[in-house]
């Protein structure tokens, strides 16, 4: 009974509000639209990278500073950044435009910061059930970043799209 209500009342504001809405059309009356939100302001290259330095230098820190954490991980996450500073500039000058560039960014910008924050924040138990899914993350991040810094040494512009593509599917 109190859901046929809600209903009623739910479809007489929806109809008593395009009727006050045509009233004011055919009176020539406009309603405000919403103005448009600027963009924001465009960051340079420069800061975007810097932007992204600042967490990974926050995300090594973070490895470094917990003493439970395995020495083997933190080597792997240190590769992973050690790749990202490296492929991060390179893809931002030669292809800025490449969705590729834009996930290898949100790689080094949250993703990477994101999966180890949220393995370190849970208890040892935790960790240990949760290990084997943290180390093929890890392992997946590696392996992507060493592609893609084939892909930008050798050129391999026709990979773009599908490393793109593949990437937007997997992290985000």
Not at 36 to 63: C, G, Q
Not at 107 to 126: N, P, R
């Amino acid at each position: 009974m109190t859901i046929i209500i809600g209903v009623t009342l739910f479809l007489a504001a929806v109809i008593g509000f395009s009727l006050v809405m045509k009233k004011f059309r055919a009176a020539g009356i406009k309603v405000p639209e919403s103005p448009a939100s600027p963009p924001p302001p465009s960051k340079t290259p420069e800061e975007e990278f810097k932007e992204i330095l600042d967490v990974l230098l926050k995300l090594n820190l973070m490895i470094r500073k917990d003493i439970k954490f395995s020495k083997e991980m933190v080597l792997k996450i240190e590769e992973i950044i050690d790749d990202l500073k490296t492929i991060i500039p390179a893809m931002m000058e030669r292809y800025p435009g490449e969705a590729l560039t834009y996930e290898i960014k949100k790689i080094g910008l949250s993703h990477l910061y994101k999966t180890v924050k949220e393995f370190l924040d849970l208890s040892e138990e935790s960790r240990l059930n949760q290990l084997d899914n943290f180390q093929k993350t890890i392992q997946s991040l590696q392996e992507v970043t060493h592609r893609s810094r084939d892909i930008i040494e050798n050129n391999e512009t026709a990979e773009f799209k599908t490393m793109a593509h593949f990437l937007a599917g997997k992290f985000s």
